[in-house]
C-alpha cells in the first residue's frame, strides 16, 4: 500500500477493530448495474477496505462514483482510548481521523490508476481548514494571462460548489457563554473531481463533501440520478455537475428563506426587547449573507466554465446533452437571481441594526436615570451614618443611670413596691472600632466591586468547560458520590459501635 509512514502507522491502530457503522458515514462507493456495498456494524476497517479494493478493481467500463467526507465528528470512535490520549495537538487529531478517507483515496489511486494531480485536487479538498478572513494576495498584471491549451477540448478536473447553512438565534446566556456570533462563517462545499480531463474519457467521479450529512443526503438522492442513464463522457460530468448545483442552490435557498424570516422577526422584537446578542446576531447574519453571495458568485463561475467547455465541442448533440445544457444554463439564471435576492436581503439588516441600537439607547438612559436618583438619595445617607457611626466610638466613660420599678398588688391596689436600682453604662465602643470596620469593608469591597468584574469570566469559562469535558466531568461526579456515600456509611458504623 502506497503511503508515508505516519498513515501506515495510524491505520494500523484501527485496521482490526470494528467500524461501528462509521463506514458508512465516510464513503460510499456505487457502480453501473452493481449493488451498493453494505457494511455490516461490526465489520473491521480492514474488511471494508478490502471490500472497496475488490469493487472498485473488478470494472473496465460503466459509471463509477465514489462519495468521501472529510468530516471527522464520530472518527474517534474509531480509535482506541489509549490511543486517543496520545494525541494530544489538535493537528494530530485531525491527522489520525483524516486515516478511512486517506485510505480510500489512496485504494483508488491504486484500482483507477489517478494521476497525480488527481490525488492532489482530492487531497485539498479533503484538508480544508475552518475559514477565516483571506489574507491579501498579490495579482499582478503581467502574471494574469493564461495561456490557452491548445489541442483536444479538456474539461476542468475539479467542480467546486459552496453554500451556507442558515444560522440560528440563541437566547443571551447562550451567546455570553459560548459566544457563536463571534466566528467566521463556515461554508459547506461539494467538490467534484473527475478522474479524466478528456471528456471522451470520463466515467468515474469523486464526490468530496465536508459534512457526513451531506453524505447521507447524496447517498439517498443524488446517486440514483446519476447512474440511472449509463452515459459516459461529457454527459456524465454535465449531469454530476447539474445535481450538484441543484443541491447548492436548494440549501441556499433554505438560507435566504431562514434569513429573511429572521430578520422579519428582529424588526419589533428589537423595539420591544433589545439586546446586545440581536446586535452579535444580525452582524453575524450579515456576514453570512456576504458568504452566501459569494458562493452564488462561485457556483455561477464553475458552471459557466463548463458551459464554455462543452460550447467548443463541435458537431451536433444529442438529446440527452441538449437537455442537459438546457438545464445548466436555467441553473446559471437561478444563481443570478439569487445573488439578486441576497443582495436585497443584506441591504435591510443595517436599519434594523440602528433600530435595534436606538432602543438600547433609550433604555440605557432610563436605566442610568433611575440609578442616577437612587445614587442622589443614598450616597449623602450612607456617608452622614458612616461617618457618625466611626465618630461614636471616641465616648469611652462610663455613664451611671437610674431605674426606678414600682410593683401593684391587684387585691390591694393600695399596697404596692417602689424599688429602685442603679445601672453603670459604658459608653465606649458604641460603633465599630478601625479593625473591625475594614473586617466587614474590605470583603465588601471585594464582592461588590472586584469579584462582578471577574465573575461573568468565571461563569463562562467554567460553562465552557462543562461542555467541552462533559465526560471527565460525569466520571467526577460519579467519583463523588461513591465518595460521600463511602464516608457516610463509615460514619452510621462507627455511630452504632
Not at 470494472?59 to 465514489?66: F, M, T, V
Not at 428589537?270 to 452566501?292: F, T
Not at 466587614?440 to 461573568?456: C, F, H, R, Y
Request: aromatic letters at 10%.
Amino acid at each position: 500500500m502506497p503511503g508515508d509512514e505516519s498513515l501506515q502507522k495510524d491505520y494500523r491502530k484501527i485496521a482490526q477493530r470494528p467500524s461501528l457503522g462509521l463506514v458508512e458515514q465516510t464513503f460510499t462507493y456505487k457502480a453501473t448495474d452493481a449493488d451498493e456495498l453494505i457494511f455490516e456494524k461490526y465489520d473491521t476497517w480492514s474488511t471494508c477496505f478490502d471490500r472497496l479494493r475488490s469493487s472498485a478493481g473488478e470494472r473496465e467500463d460503466g459509471l463509477e462514483i465514489c462519495l468521501v467526507t472529510s468530516d471527522t465528528t464520530h472518527l474517534g470512535h474509531a480509535f482506541s482510548f489509549i490511543h486517543r490520549i496520545f494525541l494530544i495537538s489538535h493537528d494530530r487529531f485531525q491527522q489520525a481521523y483524516s486515516v478511512p478517507s486517506q485510505m480510500v483515496i489512496r485504494i483508488l489511486q491504486c484500482q483507477w490508476g489517478l494521476s497525480d494531480e488527481t490525488v492532489r485536487e482530492i487531497t485539498e479538498s479533503l484538508c480544508t481548514k475552518e475559514l477565516s478572513l483571506p489574507a491579501w494576495q498579490p495579482n499582478l498584471p503581467s502574471q494574469r494571462n493564461i495561456p490557452q491549451i491548445e489541442g483536444s477540448v479538456q474539461v476542468p478536473l475539479k467542480f467546486a460548489f459552496k453554500w451556507i447553512n442558515a444560522p440560528y438565534y440563541a437566547t443571551d446566556l447562550s451567546v455570553y457563554v459560548f459566544r457563536p456570533y463571534g466566528r467566521h462563517p463556515q461554508v459547506k462545499t461539494l467538490d467534484v473531481i473527475l478522474t479524466s480531463i478528456q471528456y471522451e474519457q470520463i466515467r468515474r467521479a469523486i464526490v468530496v463533501v465536508n459534512s457526513h450529512n451531506t453524505l447521507t443526503e447524496l447517498r439517498r438522492d443524488v446517486l440514483p440520478q446519476v447512474l440511472q442513464h449509463d452515459v459516459s463522457g461529457l454527459p456524465y460530468a454535465m449531469r454530476l455537475s447539474q445535481l450538484a448545483c441543484a443541491k447548492t442552490t436548494d440549501e441556499l435557498v433554505t438560507f435566504l428563506t431562514k434569513a429573511c424570516d429572521d430578520i422579519n422577526y428582529m424588526v419589533y422584537e428589537g423595539r420591544l426587547r433589545p439586546s446586545g446578542s440581536k446586535m452579535q446576531y444580525l452582524r453575524h447574519l450579515e456576514d453570512c449573507h456576504h458568504v452566501a453571495k459569494d458562493c452564488s458568485l462561485e457556483n455561477r463561475r464553475t458552471l459557466q466554465v463548463l458551459l464554455d467547455q462543452v460550447n467548443l465541442i463541435q458537431g451536433p448533440r444529442t438529446e440527452d446533452e441538449a437537455s442537459l445544457i438546457n438545464e445548466l444554463e436555467i441553473a446559471t439564471n437561478d444563481l443570478d437571481y439569487l445573488h439578486d435576492e441576497l443582495m436585497s436581503s443584506l441591504q435591510r439588516i443595517p436599519g434594523v441594526c440602528r433600530g435595534i441600537r436606538e432602543q438600547l439607547d433609550f433604555v440605557q438612559i432610563r436605566r442610568t436615570t433611575i440609578l442616577g436618583i437612587l445614587a442622589g438619595l443614598y450616597l449623602p445617607l450612607a456617608f452622614v451614618t458612616s461617618f457618625l457611626g466611626m465618630n461614636l466610638d471616641q465616648v469611652t466613660r462610663t455613664q451611671p443611670s437610674w431605674r426606678n420599678v414600682t410593683l401593684v398588688d391587684e387585691t390591694n391596689p393600695e399596697k404596692f413596691t417602689i424599688s429602685n436600682s442603679k445601672i453603670v453604662d459604658s459608653g465606649a465602643n458604641q460603633a465599630w472600632s478601625l479593625v473591625n470596620f475594614f473586617e466587614i469593608a474590605m470583603p465588601l469591597m471585594v464582592g461588590t466591586i472586584l469579584v462582578p468584574l471577574v465573575i461573568g469570566s468565571i461563569i463562562r469559562a467554567f460553562l465552557q468547560a462543562l461542555g467541552r469535558g462533559r465526560t471527565w466531568w460525569r466520571l467526577l461526579f460519579a467519583f463523588f458520590v461513591v465518595w460521600s456515600v463511602t464516608i457516610t456509611l463509615k460514619e452510621l458504623r462507627w455511630l452504632d459501635c
